[in-house]
Nanobody, 117 residues
Framework: QVQLVESGGGLVQAGGSLRLSCAAS????????RGWYRQAPGKQRELVAT???????NYADSVKDRFTISRDIAKKTVYLQMNSLKPEDTAVYYC???????????WGQGTQVTVSS
């Protein structure tokens, strides 16, 4: 089993930055996609960014050029650097590790990000 623990959320003013971390425990050798998702109050959970095993990245249009996803294989950690934060970025952010070939879909417990105007 894979367990994921997010950290780094908090309260920040608009225009500020935060760096989220998601540390995995357990065997992740079969994980090929790592990602960040978010869910704002009253809204559906949405994709923020993903990174594959070959470091191919994908971003939601709303965060392109502001957020950067990265990973450290040795530390079994994925990061989300968030710059130029906006109030509309306020949400609970979740990390997700997937094995899209053979199944396996793991979520963290979420970390709150609040951006004040």
């Amino acid at each position: 089993q894979v367990q994921l623990v997010e950290s780094g959320g908090g309260l920040v003013q608009a225009g500020g930055s935060l760096r989220l971390s998601c540390a995995a425990s357990g065997s992740i050798f079969s994980i090929n996609v790592r990602g960040w998702y978010r869910q704002a109050p009253g809204k559906q959970r949405e994709l923020v960014a993903t990174i594959t095993g070959v470091r191919s990245t994908n971003y939601a249009d709303s965060v392109k050029d502001r957020f950067t996803i990265s990973r450290d294989i040795a530390k079994k950690t994925v990061y989300l650097q968030m710059n130029s934060l906006k109030p509309e970025d306020t949400a609970v952010y979740y990390c997700r590790f997937q094995n899209t070939w053979a199944g396996g879909d793991y979520w963290g417990q979420g970390t709150q990000v609040t951006v004040s105007s």
